[in-house]
């Protein structure tokens, strides 16, 4: 399954701290979950977001708007996509992968 690796930064706000819009997009985020679309985790740094490449590219639009709602003007979304076809993959299971091979060690 596709794995989205997201970034939103609104330009332009009042404070250096971006923490209240980060906390709105995950709002958005937790209505995509609670509806069985996506599966997400945040990061100190980004969202990692899970889920089926349209539903992805219609999650990062929906969160990408969210700072223009608050009034910002300006933002910048950074975004890298993780599509492996070979098989099928999740965020637990790349994890899994790399503890197998620190067990190894």
């Given amino acids: 399954m596709p794995i989205a690796d997201v970034t939103i930064i609104p330009i332009g706000t009042a404070t250096p701290s971006v923490s209240a819009h980060v906390a709105g997009i ?5 209505g995509y979950k609670s509806e069985g679309k996506i599966t ?5 740094m980004n969202t990692l977001i899970e889920g089926e490449l349209p539903v992805l590219f219609e999650v990062i639009q929906a969160i990408h708007e969210a700072p223009f709602q608050e009034g910002i003007s300006r933002v910048a979304t950074n975004i890298r996509i993780d599509d492996r076809r070979d098989k099928k993959t999740t965020m637990q299971g790349k994890l899994e992968s790399v503890q197998k091979h620190l067990k190894k060690n």
């Fill in 40 to 44: 997400f985790q945040l990061t100190p």
């Fill in 26 to 30: 995950q709002t958005i985020l937790e």
